[in-house]
């Protein structure tokens, strides 16, 4: 099982807000569409052409997401794990690669 922690691993975040040690967040996948989270997920919020993932947070808590990857400041209000990640379209690819064991070094 990865950790929250792992997924991040060499990903620049520039702020966070954890309820809880990366360490211990376990992940079972990740998921930009907030209709396909399930329990155990992270969310990646961003902004796309016609809506903004960030608008999904709150439905993506009441599935059980475990914490949401974010282009803008956390929201201290909201009752999940949040990062902002650095240029976070450019950064789902390496993201993804943690998730998945690094497919394409092997």
Avoid: H, W
């Avoid at 929201?75 to 497919?103: A, C, M, T, W």
């Amino acid at each position: 099982m990865k950790t929250l922690k792992d997924i991040l691993k060499e990903i620049e975040v520039i702020n966070s807000f954890a309820l809880t040690n990366p360490e211990t967040i376990e992940v079972k996948g990740i998921e930009e569409n907030s209709k396909l989270i399930k329990p155990g997920y992270v969310f990646v919020a961003r902004k796309g052409i016609n809506t903004n993932g960030e608008f999904f947070i709150e439905e993506v808590i009441s599935k059980g997401a475990v914490a949401v990857l974010r282009e803008t400041p956390p929201d201290r209000n909201l009752k999940i794990s949040q990062f902002q990640i650095k240029n976070l379209k450019k950064s789902i690819f390496k993201i993804l690669s943690n998730f998945y064991d690094n497919p394409c070094k092997a």
